[in-house]
């Protein structure tokens, strides 16, 4: 019983995040085509959008009017988020399709349905406020290493879902990327590591067997940053980890899509530009951080394993 209700609370939060929300009311519908579609309208979404559909204020604003509503069920919970990031992405999206799907969908009476989209658009403007200059975002590369020293907190950043196994102290722990490198380095020793090492621990690790695709890519690109001290872009002010090339391996994707007609698109609240220069690492230096430990000299392939085969 615990278990199940531990899974459900689980699906209500990815719900309740726009860019993690189901395709389908049912997420069980959802298949890899519908989600890689999605994956290719979101990243060519603005940097600051993307961060504002994945912001955790956001999904706690969508539990509360979920909750207000009496709303806080899988489907419906899905079905806000998603009437929330299709008013950025689909083209001509307006007031009157909201509120049709408001009824329809989450058969909701006229009168509450006013007040439940005055409230979600109220959420949209706090999402879309961000692309005009309402989050700050100063980006720095530093090895994971350097990262977590200068930022304490970004130890705690998960990767997956499921609690590890430590090989240290046989204890469940959280996903966090301290007690990754904490297992890691328990099986494999705290020097550095070769490829041929990573990759083991990758394919064979009981905890890695856990994660999803994209999670054991982030993980990856974790250890290969301990390792070989590769500097990984921080978002400064959220104090997380940004993981750059997850997306890049994704440039293949985004070339067969569709081209877009137009490099804007109409919504709610109006225009926003789909598409915006290249991302701000590339204007700005970095500023002379080696982050050098006192590991020895290392003979190793510059790239991780090979994130396909994973």
Same mark, same amino acid.
């Given at each position: 019983?615990?278990?199940?209700?531990?899974?459900?609370?689980?699906?209500?939060?990815?719900? *309740?995040c726009?860019?993690?929300?189901?395709?389908?009311?049912?997420?069980e519908?959802?298949?890899d085509?519908?989600i890689?579609?999605?994956?290719?309208?979101y990243?060519k979404?603005?940097?600051?959008?993307?961060?504002?559909l994945v912001?955790e204020?956001?999904?706690k604003?969508i539990?509360k009017? *979920?909750?207000?509503y009496?709303?806080?069920?899988?489907?419906?919970v899905?079905?806000?988020s998603?009437i929330i990031?299709d008013s950025?992405?689909?083209?001509?999206f307006?007031?009157?399709d909201?509120?049709?799907?408001?009824?329809?969908?989450l058969?909701?009476?006229?009168?509450a349905?006013?007040?439940l989209y005055?409230?979600?658009i109220e959420?949209?403007?706090?999402i879309g406020?961000?692309q005009?200059?309402?989050l700050?975002v100063?980006?720095?590369?530093?090895?994971?290493?350097?990262?977590?020293?200068n930022?304490?907190?970004?130890s705690?950043?998960l990767i997956?879902?499921?609690?590890i196994?430590?090989s240290e102290?046989e204890k469940?722990?959280?996903?966090?990327?301290?007690?990754w490198?904490n297992d890691?380095?328990?099986?494999k020793?705290a020097? *550095?590591h070769?490829?041929?090492e990573?990759?083991?621990?990758?394919?064979?690790s009981?905890?890695?067997?856990?994660l999803?695709?994209?999670?054991?890519q982030k993980?990856?690109i974790?250890l290969? +940053?301990y390792?070989e001290?590769?500097k990984l872009?921080?978002d400064?002010?959220r104090k997380i980890?940004?993981?750059d090339?997850i997306e890049n391996?994704?440039?293949t994707?985004?070339e067969?899509?569709?081209?877009?007609?137009?490099?804007r698109?109409k919504?709610?609240?109006?225009e926003?530009?789909?598409?915006?220069?290249?991302?701000k690492?590339? +204007?700005r230096k970095e500023?002379?951080m080696?982050g050098k430990?006192?590991?020895t000299?290392?003979?190793q392939s510059?790239?991780?394993i090979?994130?396909?085969?994973?």
């Open positions: 019983m615990c278990a199940n209700i531990e899974k459900e609370n689980i699906l209500l939060r990815r719900q *309740a726009p860019m993690s929300a189901s395709i389908h009311w049912k997420p519908d959802d298949t085509k519908d890689q579609t999605w994956l290719v309208v990243n979404l603005p940097y600051q959008i993307r961060v504002g912001d204020k956001t999904e604003e539990v009017i *979920a909750k207000k009496n709303l806080y069920k899988v489907g419906e899905g079905e806000i998603r990031r950025f992405v689909i083209d001509g307006n007031e009157a909201a509120k049709e799907r408001i009824i329809s969908n058969r909701v009476e006229e009168t349905m006013i007040r005055e409230e979600m959420l949209r403007k706090k406020n961000v005009d200059g309402g700050d100063v980006i720095e590369k530093m090895p994971v290493m350097v990262a977590m020293d930022f304490p907190e970004i705690n950043q997956g879902e499921k609690k196994v430590l102290t469940y722990e959280k996903p966090s990327i301290e007690n490198i890691y380095t328990s099986q020793g020097q *550095a070769n490829n041929l990573r990759s083991d621990y990758i394919f064979n009981k905890n890695v067997e856990k999803t695709f994209e999670e054991k993980l990856a974790i290969e +940053s390792d001290e590769e872009s921080v400064v002010k980890f940004l993981f090339s391996n994704q440039k994707l985004r067969e899509a569709s081209p877009v007609k137009s490099n698109r919504s709610i609240l109006g926003f530009p789909l598409v915006e220069s290249e991302n690492d590339n +204007s500023e002379g080696n430990k006192d590991f000299t290392k003979d510059k790239h991780i090979n994130l396909k085969d994973i």
